[in-house]
């Protein structure tokens, strides 16, 4: 079960990140057309916490035992089958915030145009998260998990 | 008068139409070039604060930086060109040396740039790299004047012992740079590469920081004028011990490394109080002769049970012959010649630009002396100082080096572009600093894939260019300098590197 | 009489219910599970019964598991039947319609029923309890059928809000009637419910407080709700009257059984009540602070022992989310306590709406409330669960840019598995 691991001691805290996880779930896929013409233009699902010297980028840890799987009351968060992804279905979700109540790690949010929970959904699709695809220092990394 | 503006190097340019306000160049220029406006949503940038490093260009998600030099400062002169204009106003305004990062970057002859390498044609059979085994291990130290065998049953065995050697799977090492005047990630990345690819480090006078033990049997110690970090446990760890007494960039000066950059980590490695001024002297205030030199050079191997060769490290400077020939007496196991074009963490630039000499016949010389007095055997001989590419590390070698220190081109392979702002502590590339929100941007894990790549694909050329000699170890090559010819060299320029003018046959 | 065999009977089949089903399937792949549920749908989540109402989601996505659930977890669900005997001894449930099912283990978790208030008119056509499915759609089609112009809700706690949101999102002018001073005072602070009040006052309601339902009216002999009067003696006009003052244990079953009660069923920290293999789980539970996080998670662990796992629950704390009017809120744990031995940490911002309390006691939090702006919430939920002690990071504690970097470095390591944060 692959997971992506953060190096907060390479953390350059560029934003990087944030960027390309913005324009991976935009419409368009596309940077200059979702800056420059998205409004609103998606919300990170990748969130860079900054203080002094040291940063590092966090998004959704897709936890073994999910507090937001258990609070979610549509059904909505639900784990991936193979990949073991916690995942938001955003046809099911209404927006309760149950999730971004239970969740210790504050990565889950509101959506910034629906309302619906928006959290990382390591990019379903591709091989890897563009997050870790486009970190300029290798801070962030796709790896299998222990378990 | 009206002040004058310090003169603008670089403009920033930026592309307003893929400029996406993300503020990844805001957030990553240490010297704050660019600048948010949220009011607007735009970036800008102040381009006199910028050093022209290309990190934000580098980073930039869409392409709109580029960084381009300004040419519209001054009335191009040959004579008062912007740069010495804008020094002598520097020194008009503050009464200071002028301080510079790097190695000089005047236009001086570059003779590797004028040295022609040969190649078998029909007569001699060039060698495939691909299907032959080529040989580029090299041993540093001093070889014996003969060897003695001993003959048993049959079995061949070598009576002589053989001094401590550094064996060396590659004729390249990373020279000294001291943690301080670099970072810790730096450091780490130089260790672990050297120890993956079989060849030393080197720790300048920079003590040896505890998370580096572990690589110690591919550092090189550096003893030098401030004495800093040198301990029992310092001198046990490192494979070799090297007294420095001069650097190519700034001969016959001593360093300076400012209290600001002695954080606690530097500190203890340095074994000096947190963020007091290392000063090392210019001289070693123990060494006034080659007799003293040898003192300290005995003196370091019985510390060490005559386990480690002990080498020097000097400057090239006009009379490096002589000077070397008294090393090798004075029993320095290796002599580390530091050209002018080596660079440094801070130098005064007029002592950078202007003091010593050139790489290239400082090697050429000090062979050919030590050839000529009989004791090129008994010590190895290291060129330092600008080594660009693999065809200047195999001149090198033909010229009469044994093996030679890069370190500017290690660092270019870390990222540093030259900027030459080492000495203010501020590189966005998390090299030349010890600012703990840019030394993060050096992941070692990436820096020492990148160094092993260097040095992998130098070796692959070197080994190119050996077949194509007909050469199957870099060792016969070494001092081989019929294999060189000069090209737009004077007689006499020729005659110093010892080589034949292009077109001269055998 | 149709007889039923099996290893596992669940009672109920909503969060706690369903949660059951996989906390038994997560140890016992195989044992013969039985759902009994006497609402006809084949599951659906309750909460959503107000985004129902408004017309937010359709009726197919009422369902927080798939149809595919119970029979890809090879579980046979009885629905719209009740289980109306329980014989403790012989371990049989008999059922409404006549059948009997033979457990092994059981679990309870019929969940609680709306409190209805004993006042004059509360049979009315158009007075409507608003817990289960069936009361929304019957809410729905009474919409539907009348011309509704006024509803009066009874009750501004969570479940009154929420159908007071779905009837203003209906074009209906709604009227609230509270006992307490304020609305949502078991959840908030006199300053969150002060919020929400003008939110809704400015989106049409009328609120009274300190106030109650003495009668419901209707005209005549027409069976239809036309009004109701407060106990102020006011007459406040109502085509549609839903009461929302509480839900109370649905514990008919277990009366006259071995089984302790009290307000609702006893149970250990493993969920299992006084008589063994027998579980209970969710609101029908004494003490149970009724939400669905906590329902969902006693009949996960309710179904991992009577699987014989070893889960242990370790109490809950209250924990709310709700968006009124377009403002995000929550609540976690106690807020509105006003003693000396709590201190308290506010933020405040008018002009936006947002207000952010955090309730300390000994260095610990035990509660906080956001209102406008809730992004990270749960980061506070972790601290007061793994009771943290915040000594270090107070002042940081309300900062705009609060995250997982201000934690205590210890904790972050304790929230962290093995991919994941290096610290």
Redesign the interface.
């Known amino acids: 079960m692959k997971r992506i691991r953060i190096?907060e001691?390479?953390?350059?805290?560029?934003?990087?990140c944030e960027?390309?996880c913005i324009v991976q779930h935009s419409k368009t896929k596309n940077?200059?057309k979702t800056?420059?013409g998205e409004y609103p233009k998606p919300a990170p699902r990748i969130l860079v916490e900054e203080k002094?010297?040291i940063?590092f980028a966090l998004q959704c840890r897709h936890c073994e035992d999910a507090p937001c799987l258990d609070a979610c009351m549509t059904g909505a968060m639900y784990r991936d089958k193979e990949t073991g992804a916690v995942l938001c279905n955003e046809d099911k979700c209404v927006g309760c915030w149950m999730c971004i109540m239970v969740c210790p790690f504050g990565v889950i949010s509101r959506s910034s145009d629906k309302k619906i929970a928006s959290k990382c959904d390591l990019c379903m699709g591709e091989d890897i998260p563009v997050c870790v695809k486009?970190c300029?220092?290798?801070?962030l990394k796709y790896e299998d998990s222990k378990d | 008068m009206a002040k004058r503006p310090t003169p603008t190097e670089f403009i920033v340019e930026r592309d307003k139409d893929?400029c996406?306000?993300?503020?990844?160049c805001v957030?990553?220029c240490s010297n704050d070039v660019h600048i948010y406006d949220a009011d607007t949503n735009t970036v800008t940038s102040d381009n006199s604060r910028c050093v022209g490093c290309h990190f934000c260009e580098?980073?930039c998600?869409?392409d709109a930086i580029t960084i381009k030099k300004n040419e519209s400062c001054f009335k191009p002169n040959a004579n008062w060109s912007a740069s010495v204009i804008s020094d002598i106003t520097k020194q008009a305004e503050t009464g200071g040396v002028i301080l510079t990062g790097m190695g000089c970057d005047k236009p001086y002859t570059i003779y590797w740039d004028h040295i022609l390498l040969n190649a078998s044609q029909v007569t001699n059979p060039s060698i495939d790299p691909l299907r032959e085994p080529m040989e580029l291990r090299r041993y540093i130290g001093r070889k014996p004047d003969k060897i003695e065998l001993n003959y048993n049953k049959g079995k061949v065995e070598l009576k002589t012992k053989l001094e401590k050697q550094l064996k060396l799977e590659v004729p390249i090492m990373f020279s000294a740079m001291s943690y301080g005047s670099i970072s810790l990630n730096t450091c780490i990345s130089l260790a672990k590469a050297s120890h993956e690819l079989g060849i030393f480090y080197n720790t300048g006078e920079g003590g040896l920081h505890k998370s580096l033990y572990k690589y110690g049997k591919n550092t090189i110690i550096q003893i030098a004028s401030g004495r800093f970090g040198v301990h029992p446990e310092y001198l046990k760890t490192g494979a070799a011990i090297e007294i420095k007494i001069g650097q190519g960039a700034k001969p016959g000066i001593g360093g300076h490394l400012p209290g600001e950059k002695v954080s606690k980590e530097v500190s203890e490695a340095r074994m000096i109080p947190e963020g007091t001024d290392a000063i090392s002297p210019a001289p070693h205030h123990d060494i006034y002769s080659i007799e003293d030199l040898r003192q300290l050079i005995y003196a370091l191997k019985e510390a060490t049970d005559y386990e480690k060769p002990v080498g020097v490290k000097i400057a090239a400077v006009h009379n490096v012959v002589p000077i070397a020939s008294g090393i090798a007496r004075a029993g320095a196991d290796y002599i580390a010649i530091d050209g002018m074009r080596g660079g440094t963490g801070a130098a005064p630039k007029v002592i950078r630009d202007n003091v010593g000499i050139p790489i290239e016949f400082a090697i050429a010389a000090v062979d050919a002396r030590l050839r000529e007095e009989g004791i090129r055997t008994n010590v190895s001989l290291i060129a330092a100082g600008g080594f660009r590419s693999s065809g200047d590390v195999i001149k090198a070698i033909a010229l009469g080096a044994d093996a030679v220190y890069i370190a500017t081109s290690a660092l270019i392979a870390l990222g540093c572009s030259q900027c030459q702002k080492c000495y203010t502590g501020k590189c966005n590339w998390g090299i030349a600093t010890q600012?703990?929100?840019l030394t993060?941007?050096l992941?070692p894990?990436?820096g020492v894939q990148r160094l092993k790549n260097l040095i992998k694909a130098w070796s692959l050329e070197i080994k190119d260019m050996l077949g194509g000699m007909g050469i199957n170890s870099i060792d016969s090559l070494c001092g081989n300098r019929t294999h060189l010819r000069g090209i737009g060299l004077s007689d006499r320029e020729l005659k110093i590197l010892g080589i034949k003018s292009a077109g001269e046959p055998q | 009489m149709k007889t039923l065999k099996t290893e596992y009977l669940i009672i109920g089949n909503s969060a706690a219910g369903v949660a059951c089903i996989e906390g038994i399937r997560k140890v016992d792949k195989t044992g013969s599970i039985a759902v009994i549920s006497d609402e006809n749908i084949f599951n659906y989540s309750r909460p959503l019964i107000s985004y129902f109402l408004a017309g937010k989601v359709k009726k197919r996505a009422m369902p927080f598991r798939d149809k595919k659930f119970y029979s890809r977890n090879n579980v046979k669900l009885v629905l719209g039947n009740t289980a109306e005997k329980l014989d403790t001894k012989k371990r049989i449930a008999y059922l409404s319609h006549g059948e009997k099912v033979v457990f092994n283990k059981l679990l309870i978790a019929t969940g609680g029923s709306p409190i209805i208030p004993e006042i004059k008119g509360s049979r009315l056509d158009g007075v409507f309890a608003f817990t289960k499915f069936g009361d929304a759609v019957a809410i729905k089609d009474y919409i539907k059928k009348h011309y509704i112009k006024h509803a009066v809700v009874i009750g501004g706690g969570l479940i009154g809000l929420k159908a007071v949101e779905a009837l203003i999102e209906l074009g209906i002018k709604v009227s609230i009637v509270e006992l307490a001073d304020r609305i949502l005072s078991t959840t908030f602070d006199t300053k969150a419910s002060g919020i929400i009040q003008d939110a809704l006052r400015k989106a049409g309601c009328n609120i009274f407080t300190k106030n109650t339902v003495a009668e419901i009216l209707s005209k005549g002999e027409d069976k239809k709700v036309t009004s109701v009067t407060l106990k102020t003696r006011k007459q406040v006009p109502a085509d549609l009257v839903i009461t929302a003052i509480g839900v109370s244990p649905n514990i008919q079953l277990v009366k006259n059984t071995s089984i302790s009660i009290n307000r609702g069923i006893l149970v250990d920290e493993a969920m299992q009540t006084n008589v063994k293999d027998i579980y209970a789980a969710g609101d029908v539970c004494e003490k149970n602070i009724p939400i669905w996080p906590n329902a969902f998670k006693q009949g996960r662990i309710a179904g991992e022992n009577m699987a014989s796992g070893n889960a242990e629950y370790t109490g809950s704390i209250a924990m709310n989310s709700v968006e009124l009017c377009g403002i995000p809120t929550i609540s976690i744990g106690k807020t509105s306590l006003e003693q000396d031995k709590y201190e308290i940490l506010e933020m405040r911002k008018k002009e936006e709406s947002i207000y952010k309390k955090i309730v300390l006691e000994n260095n610990h939090i035990v509660g906080c409330i956001f209102v406008g702006d809730i992004e990270r919430a749960g980061i506070y939920t972790g601290l007061i669960i793994n009771r943290v002690d915040i000594s270090n990071i107070k002042d940081k504690l309300l900062e705009e840019d609060f995250g997982v970097l201000a934690l205590p470095e210890k904790y972050r390591k304790h929230l962290v598995g093995d991919v994941g944060l290096e610290v």
């Open positions: 190096d001691k390479y953390c350059m805290g560029c934003r990087l960027v390309h940077i200059l800056y420059m002094g010297y940063t486009n300029p220092n290798e801070a | 893929k996406i306000a993300c503020q990844v957030r990553m580098t980073l998600p869409t600012d703990p929100y993060k941007r992941n894990e990436i």
